[in-house]
Structures are given as structure tokens and as C-alpha cells.
């Protein structure tokens, strides 16, 4: 299945309110280390961030916009959000400002009030500008393993019968799915249950932290290569689409071509309660296990351009140990500048965590079973043209 | 690679450089602790370069300064015998006694200001002077009119080197114009790769202003040997606004590149735009100097963008 299109990809700014950092559950993995209820960001703060960013036409030149919404959970602020899409597009009609038209409202929710009538007349007054996706794990064991509420019950039946009505409104909606390792045994079965439900783009990553236990990636190697079976076999690679598996990953990069970084932290702005600006939400004080906040600005003074400077010359070789720059299936391999930051040995974001590095390479192992198998049928079955394959030279 | 160790001799030794020592409270290193540091200097072949309080040291100290070769940084009210004199704007234009025969390397810290609207007192100094290494000490306040101000400034300090030239046999050296026209690399401060400093508590650190600015960030000690975690961050290879960059008499001051951006390898946008004005001067001033047959094989290319962080890779 070809990966659908991220709405003006490259052309848009994101902009991430930070509305608050309350959530009705408790994610085990949750990197939001953070959390509570106190933070709740008013009105004043967002008008604010909404008018520095809507001034400085010279700053903010992309084409389109994107303005995320994120807590917590953020539909627990949706009167404050409602209020600040309104006068978003209240200040891109008077100012005739380039983005009017050209802007989406962004939201990642955990799903628990999405059918709340206030959310739901959020979601009808604005659905033409609207992308909302649903966090939901997969089955009712691999989603309760982690997504509980702070009373330790499972949030999964609570999300699972908003999915429905979330497909009507978003249909080819995309869930986002995380993994960490005591979710690992699940992640074959969690899948299919996804796709049973009606989603047929999963978008799933194992966490970025310092997590995983000897012997975790031969049981994700293991779980993946059962998903290729069930895919391959089930023929569901036309019409779905698992984020594990993407034919350009697992190939050497060269040193100088492919140099870029990976992560857009920087390229976007986040702003919190406080009216703080970060290069990202992951570099604000809740989301931090061990470092101080990376604060770029304020609503009041405006963006600092030097405290963005590190973060716009980053390059993939720059924060990489020589094992990794000279890795020989290092594409795809991600990472999360936040928590590079967050793991770093010095405050610096320019040291690349490696946590993540047995489990890619087991990953990159399953991939290469799927797109050998899937083309060997697809050969064997004539159905080949539709799929292209890297060339691989003939040794003799 | 190791080359250099500074001492600082005591809480209030001055600075030769970018920060500000406010301390008042002296606190002189204990003679153990001098002594360990100079046996690191030797064990290690690093140059010492002492840095003084403006007070008379007792005299066991001098003598086991004496022990091995180094250079004396001083302030201006202990000029005699130091190898580099530190002055403040106000000693600079007081100081009559000068004159370019003293081989000494006179450090100049000025603020933007003083700098600004008293630049024709500080031709005055270089005029008199062997070699001026002028530190601008607050280059991160710089703002745009400023870079324009600082751009005529460098127009009037260039024009009085070919002056001093005619007066004299040989040209007086001052860092932001004439180090350029004679380096054909980088050439910066290197704080943490090719020198390093010991405290008065005997700790090492990656230089004076680290010291200063937070005494727990230290980097080792003589006995234990230098520990600087993410070393490489340091060097010019890992900073990728400067590993392209040809302003090679910058100072790429880490410490500045801390306080503005919050990493060590990346300077702010003010330390760039300041040392490439001071770049393009240099350029014009080889002009004239080529004009006058000296450094006939010496070229600085033409270059409009005046950060190259504006044109990263």
C-alpha cells in the first residue's frame, strides 16, 4: 500500500499549542514524564503566540501551516481550542494573511471523548481543515498493557467504541501505535486487530528511550516476520499499510549526500502554558527526564534566533558515533532529538542516542523477509509491475 | 591535541578574554596544587601560560613558577616582566609609557561603546604597540547598527596599520585585522582540544570562563587526568557552521557559543557577523598592502554573506 500523502509535506509549518499537560490516563511508556493538572495554558497566552506568529510574516514564510494541538489529552481543553481555531481564522481572514486556506488543525487524542458533544461540534464546525488520529495500541490486552487509566483500569473499551464514528468522519484515518518492551509478544496480533477494526494505516514505532531487554529483538524480529506472513498471506499489502515496513529502509548512507538530520525539531515551534516557545514539544520541562527545558523564546519577546541555530545546522554524521554513520542498514533508523537530549551525556542535543540500535537492525531483518516474500509472489503470480524493487547487482 | 595549560593563579586573576572576573574574594592556588599542574605540564609537553591576580604573589610561588617555561598573562598594574599585559579601555589610554620596541602582546578588552566612540585612542595604542590583541567583550549585545558602526570602526583601525607602516620598519599587528591575512586555517581559541585550564581548587576546566561562570563543571583534576565528556563537540571537525567557515582568525569562543545557543560548537549569529566584518577588513587591507608589495601571494576571495550559517550545506 502506498503511504498516504502528509497533507503540504515540507511546505508547512507546525505549530504545536501545548493546550495543557493533563490526561485522563497514565501510559506506561509515556515519555510525558511531566504531567499534571495545573498547566492549563489561558486564553491570553494563545492569543499572544497567535498574534507573534501571524505578525512576523518574514519569520513564519512557509506556504501552509499546520497547528497541532497537544497535551495531555488535548480534547480535555476543547473550549479553550475552540476559541483559538476561531481566532485563527478570524486573524487570517482580516489580515489576509497568506495561510488563510491553507492551514490544518492537528490532533493526536487518545480518543476517550471524542464523541463528546462539544468536541463533536468542534469537529462538524471545522472538518474541512480538520486531521485527527486516534491512539489506539491494538488488541484489549496489548492496549490495556499500557494505556490505563490513573485508577489502573484499560482505557481500551472507552477509545475502541469512538472508532467507529472517528471512521465516518475521517475515513482512511491512521493510528498511531507505540511499542516498548513488554509490548513486544503482542504486536502481530495488534495489528491484525487494528486492520479488523476498519484502520488501514498503522503507524507504529518502537520507543525511542533506553528501554529494551536482552533478547527483545530476536521476539521483535520474530512478531514482525508473523506480520509479513499474515500481510502477504491474507493480501492485505494492497490495501493496508504497516509503518514497519517500508522498502528504502535498512541501506547504508553515504557520508556526504545523505547527511540530513532526521528529526524536524526546530523546523516546528511548540509554545506551552507559560507562553514558553521549544524547537519542539519534546524539549518542554514535562516531557524531560534529566535535562533542563530547551526554551527558544517567549510569547512576549518573540523567538531568539541563536538558541534555534544548533538545532537548524544539525546534520546526521555531526551527532552519530562512526558505527552509526558507517552502519550498513542505517536508513530508517530514527531518532528523537528530545531524547537524544534528554539521554545525552552534556546538555547538548548533538549526541545521538543508540538505544533503538538492536531493535532497527531486527527490523530491518523482518523487512527484508516481507519485500523478498511479497515479491516472490507477486513474481510467481504476475503481479509485479505495480511493485518496484531496489536493483541488486548479480554476483556472477 | 594537548598543547597549552593555563594557570589561574588566584580567584581574582584577570581575564584576557570574552568573560568578565568580578570575583573579589582572593583565593590563591595552593602551592601543591601549582605544583601538580605544572608537573602535569611537563609530563604532558603543554606550555604554560600563568594568569595573574593583581597583587604581589609571596615569593615561593615565583620560584616554583620559575621551575618550568611558560608566559606570564598580567594585569596592567603588574605589567613588569609579564609576557601579555591585559588593560581595560581607561588603562589603555592612560599608559604613556609604551612604546613598539617592548615585544610584549598587549591585550585590549573594550566594550562596543568605548570601542565605538573612542576608536581613534585605540589606533593611538596600537600605534605604540608591537602586537594589540583587541576583545570586544560584549559582542553578543551587538545589534544590526551596531555591525554597520563596527564596520566603519574596522574602516578607520584598517587604514592606521599602512599608516604605523610608514613610521615605522615593521607593521604593528593587531588580531582582528592583520591575523587573518597571515593564517591559512582555522585558528581559534580551541578551549577543551588544545588548551585547558587549572583553578585555584586545583580542577581543571575547559578554560577560565567555564571556571567563572559555574565551579562544579569541571573536567578533571592533574592526578586523575582531563575528563571533558563529548570531547569532540570541542574540536572544529564537529561544528558545522564553523568546519566551512574562512573567517580563520575567529576566536570561536565555545564559552560565548554556550551562553547564546546553548552548544558548544555552534556561535551565535553575532559572533559570526562580528568576525566576518573584521574578515572583509582584513581583505581590504591586504588591498592596500598588496599595493605596497607586502604579502604578494596572500588572498582573501570575495564574499557577500556575512554568517555562514546562512549557507550551511
Given at each position: 500500500m502506498e503511504k498516504r500523502k502528509v497533507w503540504q509535506e515540507g511546505a508547512a509549518k507546525n505549530i504545536t499549542f501545548i493546550v495543557t499537560k493533563d490526561c485522563q490516563l497514565v501510559c506506561k511508556y509515556c515519555y510525558l514524564v511531566g504531567k499534571n493538572i495545573k498547566e492549563r495554558m489561558p486564553w491570553e497566552v494563545a492569543r499572544q503566540a497567535i498574534d507573534y506568529i501571524l505578525d512576523d510574516t518574514e519569520q513564519f514564510n512557509e506556504r501552509s501551516v499546520v497547528f497541532d494541538f497537544i497535551g495531555g489529552e488535548p480534547f480535555l481543553e476543547i473550549d479553550l481550542i475552540d476559541r483559538i481555531c476561531d481566532y485563527i481564522k478570524c486573524q487570517l481572514f482580516a489580515r489576509n494573511h497568506p495561510w488563510f486556506d491553507s492551514y490544518r488543525f492537528n490532533f493526536s487524542t487518545n480518543g476517550i471523548n471524542y464523541h463528546d458533544e462539544k468536541v463533536q461540534r468542534f469537529i462538524k464546525k471545522n472538518l474541512r481543515h480538520l486531521s485527527i488520529g486516534i491512539t489506539i495500541d491494538g488488541t484489549p490486552a496489548k492496549h490495556d498493557l499500557n494505556r490505563i487509566y490513573k485508577s489502573g483500569k484499560g482505557s481500551y473499551n472507552d477509545v475502541a467504541k469512538n472508532i467507529p464514528l472517528w471512521l465516518e468522519q475521517f475515513p482512511g484515518g491512521a493510528t498511531k501505535v507505540t511499542i516498548s518492551s513488554p509490548d513486544i509478544p503482542y504486536i502481530k496480533e495488534s495489528v491484525l486487530h487494528l486492520f479488523a477494526l476498519g484502520i488501514t494505516e498503522v503507524n507504529i514505532n518502537c520507543v525511542f528511550e533506553d528501554v529494551w531487554r536482552e533478547g527483545d529483538d530476536t521476539l521483535f524480529e520474530e512478531q514482525l516476520i508473523g506480520l509479513a506472513d499474515e500481510i502477504i498471506e491474507k493480501r492485505l499489502y494492497g490495501t493496508h499499510g504497516c509503518s514497519f515496513f517500508a522498502e528504502h529502509i535498512g541501506k547504508p548512507l553515504d557520508r556526504k549526500l545523505q547527511n540530513q538530520n532526521w528529526c524536524g525539531a526546530g523546523m516546528m515551534l511548540a509554545v506551552d502554558a507559560a507562553g514558553y516557545f521549544y524547537p519542539c514539544t519534546r524539549f518542554a520541562q514535562y516531557s524531560l527526564r534529566d535535562k533542563k527545558a530547551r526554551i527558544?523564546?517567549?510569547?512576549?519577546?518573540?523567538?531568539?534566533p541563536n538558541k534555534l541555530r544548533p538545532f537548524l545546522a544539525l546534520d546526521r554524521c555531526t551527532q552519530s558515533t562512526d558505527e552509526c554513520i558507517d552502519c550498513?542498514?542505517?536508513?530508517?533508523?530514527a531518532w528523537c532529538q528530545g531524547e537524544n537530549y534528554d539521554a545525552a551525556c552534556t546538555p547538548t542535543i548533538y549526541q545521538r542516542s543508540t538505544a533503538i540500535c538492536r531493535m532497527h537492525k531486527a527490523r530491518v531483518r523482518a523487512n527484508n523477509y516481507y519485500w523478498n516474500k511479497l515479491y516472490r509472489k507477486l513474481e510467481t503470480e504476475g503481479g509485479r509491475e505495480g511493485f518496484k524493487k531496489t536493483v541488486v547487482n548479480v554476483i556472477c | 591535541m594537548l598543547q597549552y595549560l593555563i594557570i589561574?593563579?588566584?580567584?581574582t586573576s584577570v581575564s584576557f578574554?570574552?568573560?568578565?572576573?568580578?570575583?573579589s574574594n582572593r583565593r590563591l592556588i595552593a602551592l601543591d596544587g601549582l605544583k601538580a599542574g605544572i608537573l602535569f605540564a611537563m609530563k604532558h609537553n603543554l606550555m604554560v601560560q600563568f594568569v595573574y591576580p593583581d597583587y604581589e604573589l609571596p615569593e615561593s610561588y615565583a620560584t616554583v613558577i620559575e621551575s618550568i617555561d611558560h608566559h606570564k598573562i598580567k594585569p596592567f598594574s603588574l605589567k613588569e616582566d609579564a609576557s601579555v599585559v591585559v588593560y581595560d579601555y581607561r588603562e589603555a589610554v592612560s599608559d604613556q609609557t609604551l612604546n613598539r620596541n617592548e615585544k610584549t602582546t598587549l591585550v585590549l578588552r573594550i566594550t562596543k561603546d568605548e570601542l565605538f566612540s573612542g576608536y581613534e585612542e585605540v589606533i593611538h595604542f596600537l600605534k605604540r604597540s608591537n602586537r594589540l590583541s583587541l576583545v570586544i567583550t560584549d559582542t553578543d549585545t551587538f545589534r544590526k547598527e551596531d555591525f554597520d558602526t563596527y564596520k566603519k570602526v574596522l574602516s578607520h583601525l584598517e587604514s592606521a596599520i599602512p599608516e604605523a607602516l610608514k613610521e615605522n620598519d615593521d607593521m604593528p599587528q593587531l588580531n582582528i585585522l592583520s591575523d587573518r591575512i597571515q593564517l591559512e586555517k582555522m585558528n581559534n581559541c580551541n578551549a577543551g582540544v588544545e588548551n585547558i585550564t587549572l583553578a585555584p581548587n586545583g580542577k581543571f576546566y575547559v578554560c577560565p570562563a567555564f571556571y567563572i561562570e559555574d565551579e562544579n563543571d569541571s573536567a578533571g583534576n592533574p592526578a586523575e587526568g582531563i575528563t571533558i565528556s563529548?570531547?569532540?563537540?570541542?574540536?572544529l571537525a564537529y561544528a558545522p557552521v564553523c568546519r566551512k567557515c574562512d573567517a580563520y582568525h575567529c576566536k570561536r569562543c565555545i564559552w560565548l557559543n554556550k551562553k547564546t545557543t546553548l552548544e558548544v560548537n555552534t556561535p551565535s549569529h553575532e559572533q559570526c557577523v562580528t568576525a566576518h566584518l573584521e574578515r572583509n577588513a582584513s581583505r581590504n587591507l591586504l588591498n592596500e598592502l598588496h599595493a605596497k608589495g607586502f604579502f604578494p601571494n596572500k588572498e582573501i576571495r570575495e564574499i557577500t554573506c556575512l554568517d555562514p550559517f546562512e549557507w550551511k550545506e
Open positions: 527558544i523564546g517567549n510569547v512576549r519577546e518573540g523567538i531568539d550498513e542498514v542505517s536508513s530508517g533508523c | 589561574l593563579l588566584d580567584d578574554c570574552h568573560y568578565r572576573n568580578t570575583n563529548n570531547r569532540q563537540l570541542y574540536t
